[in-house]
T-cell receptor, first 114, second 112 residues
Framework: AQSVTQLGSHVSVSEGALVLLRCNYS??????LFWYVQYPNQGLQLLLK??????LVKGINGFEAEFKKSETSFHLTKPSAHMSDAAEYFC????????????FGKGTRLSVIA | DAMVIQNPRYQVTQFGKPVTLSCSQT?????MYWYQQKSSQAPKLLFH???????NEADTPDNFQSRRPNTSFCFLDIRSPGLGDAAMYLC???????????FGPGTRLTVL
């Protein structure tokens, strides 16, 4: 079985500060890992994904994440927060077979303070 | 632009009155998914179609049904909505084993 744990249901940062959203995964097989962003009353938008190529993955809106097998982590970072980054962020995991659905973490709400 | 469209964006129904939510896609993806997302929770997969093959999650209530008449459209039918079914319903698509799903904007269902 696969699962993800997002540490911190709510993270608050100042505008211009580093954004760090934590995600740890559990998987008995090599995982695919994803970060999604959800703005209020909207669907989920894919930020980036790890599919066993480069361990440092760059996504949209200046976000990136690094897959660290030794730490079973896939933390999301952005060097400088912008007000428009305020949203809910979900980490998700699946396997390589395509036969299992995405398993989502519980989400982390990011607030950006001016 | 290729996209996933959900109609309506907001749906209000009465307790026990059947309701149908619609999803269409212009991506020509062969896999379509329905997720339920309750307030402040992660999306929960209800079921998905891989081409015409229907795959129901083990804990999806019988009250929820789905139809996929063609590649582009997929419907979620709730036969007898209860108050606990109030949620955001998200449709998503993907191409085969590409795990990057494209999500629609969602339909927010209110049950009175």
């Amino acid at each position: 079985a696969q699962s993800v744990t997002q540490l911190g249901s709510h993270v608050s940062v100042s505008e211009g500060a580093l954004v760090l959203l934590r995600c740890n995964y559990s998987s008995s097989v090599p995982p695919y890992l994803f970060w999604y962003v959800q703005y209020p009353n909207q669907g989920l938008q894919l930020l980036l994904k790890y599919t066993s190529a480069a361990t440092l993955v760059k996504g949209i809106n200046g976000f990136e994440a690094e897959f660290k097998k030794s730490e079973t982590s896939f933390h999301l970072t952005k060097p400088s927060a912008h007000m428009s980054d305020a949203a809910e962020y979900f980490c998700a995991v699946s396997d390589h077979s395509g036969n299992t659905p995405l398993v989502f973490g519980k989400g982390t709400r990011l607030s950006v303070i001016a | 632009d290729a996209m996933v469209i959900q109609n309506p964006r907001y749906q209000v129904t009465q307790f026990g009155k059947p309701v149908t939510l619609s999803c269409s896609q212009t991506l020509n993806h062969n896999v379509m998914y329905w997720y339920q997302q309750k307030s402040s929770q992660a999306p929960k997969l209800l079921f998905h179609y891989y081409d015409k093959d229907f795959n129901n999650e083990a804990d999806t209530p019988d009250n929820f049904q789905s139809r996929r008449p063609n590649t582009s459209f997929c419907f979620l039918d709730i036969r007898s909505p209860g108050l606990g079914d109030a949620a955001m319903y998200l449709c998503a698509t993907s191409r085969d084993r590409d795990r990057g799903k494209f999500f629609g904007p969602g339909t927010r269902l209110t049950v009175l």
